[in-house]
């Protein structure tokens, strides 16, 4: 049921495939940190991935990098790796004060279960996901063409949930 097997991915898969794995390589990059802060600018909201997710606790920190130099800008970053975001929290103790981290729901219509060792961390959120009953504040990109226009909700700590599609 992923969004990212169908739609524009699919139909625009010749051209979204080749830059998602330009962009996975680029990963690796010494300049990629650098070159995040330029590319961010003066931006005040910054959503990563709108596919894909971390490759590893390595990659968590270079994105925590990413927000610590751009301290003007609010980042929400989803992600299903748990154990990464855990692992992280165990070598820093805390997240970068302007990044959101929001754990996905591994499954519709079923609450997120916050791993013990991430309770009470600030800026871990969570993502749910419903088909009719809302597990959380409801998005509102549906009801307005797939846009979040001027919401903001998930740059915050609010339990967010999203109609499955
Ligand atoms: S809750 Fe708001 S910010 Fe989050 S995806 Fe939906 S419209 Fe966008």
Same mark, same amino acid.
């Given at each position: 049921?992923? *969004? #990212?097997?169908?739609?524009? $991915?699919?139909?625009?898969?010749?051209?979204?495939?080749?830059?998602?794995?330009? /962009? &996975?390589?680029?990963?690796?990059?010494?300049?990629?940190?650098?070159?995040?802060?330029?590319?961010?600018?003066?931006?005040?909201?910054?959503?990563?991935?709108?596919?894909?997710?971390?490759?590893?606790?390595?990659?968590?920190?270079?994105?925590?990098?990413?927000?610590?130099?751009?301290?003007?800008?609010?980042?929400?970053?989803?992600?299903?790796? *748990? #154990?990464?975001?855990?692992? $992280?929290?165990?070598?820093?103790?805390?997240?970068?004060?302007?990044?959101?981290? /929001? &754990?996905?729901?591994?499954?519709?219509?079923?609450?997120?279960?916050?791993?013990?060792?991430?309770?009470?961390?600030?800026?871990?959120?969570?993502?749910?996901?419903?088909?009719?009953?809302?597990?959380?504040?409801?998005?509102?990109?549906?009801?307005?063409?797939?846009?979040?226009l001027d919401c903001r909700e998930c740059w915050t700590?609010?339990?967010?949930?999203?109609?499955?599609?």
């Amino acid at each position: 049921m992923c *969004y #990212a097997n169908k739609g524009n $991915y699919l139909q625009y898969a010749n051209n979204i495939e080749p830059a998602q794995h330009a /962009r &996975l390589d680029s990963l690796n990059d010494v300049f990629w940190i650098d070159s995040m802060v330029v590319s961010i600018g003066a931006d005040s909201y910054f959503r990563w991935h709108d596919s894909g997710d971390l490759q590893g606790l390595w990659h968590l920190e270079k994105i925590a990098q990413v927000a610590q130099q751009t301290p003007h800008c609010l980042h929400w970053l989803p992600t299903r790796e *748990y #154990a990464m975001v855990k692992e $992280y929290i165990a070598k820093h103790g805390a997240l970068p004060k302007n990044l959101i981290v /929001r &754990l996905s729901a591994m499954y519709v219509d079923k609450a997120v279960t916050v791993p013990a060792s991430l309770q009470g961390i600030a800026n871990i959120a969570i993502s749910n996901v419903h088909t009719t009953k809302p597990i959380g504040t409801v998005c509102n990109a549906p009801a307005q063409q797939g846009k979040c226009l001027d919401c903001r909700e998930c740059w915050t700590e609010k339990t967010i949930s999203y109609k499955a599609h």
